[in-house]
Nanobody
Framework: VQLQASGGGLVQAGDSLRLSCAASGRTFSNYVMGWFRQAPGKEREFVAAISATGDITVEADSVKGRFTISRDNAKNMLSLQMNSLKPDDTAVYYC????????????????????WGQGTQVTVSS
């Protein structure tokens, strides 16, 4: 699966932003999809994930209630709606795909994800 992330930018604290990740090359609906982020000087961290069918989602505690992950399997598209952005959300955001042996499979760590997008920069000013 080839993944292309987009939608990043410079916003102010409290603003909203929607990231998109376009997938191509393999059957998108066979993959668990996730978003990760990496801030300067920090390790890459999990943000949110969604099961292959979209029935199950999970978000990191740091973004719960503010970020929503979704997918459109008909359009091979993954999205991350980010509301009430904070300066701590500043990072490069990556979309990733991992094989889903079960329709309930979902991953919150990086190792099961085998396909990664190039990243999109999100900067939140105070």
């Amino acid at each position: 699966v080839q993944l292309q992330a987009s939608g990043g930018g410079l916003v102010q604290a409290g603003d909203s932003l929607r990231l998109s990740c376009a997938a191509s090359g393999r059957t998108f609906s066979n993959y668990v999809m996730g978003w990760f982020r990496q801030a300067p000087g920090k390790e890459r961290e999990f943000v949110a994930a969604i099961s292959a069918t979209g029935d199950i989602t999970v978000e990191a505690d740091s973004v719960k209630g503010r970020f929503t992950i979704s997918r459109d399997n008909a359009k091979n598209m993954l999205s991350l709606q980010m509301n009430s952005l904070k300066p701590d959300d500043t990072a490069v955001y990556y979309c990733a795909g991992g094989r889903a042996p079960l329709r309930t499979s979902i991953y919150t760590t990086a190792s099961p994800y085998v396909y990664w997008g190039q990243g999109t920069q999100v900067t939140v000013s105070s």
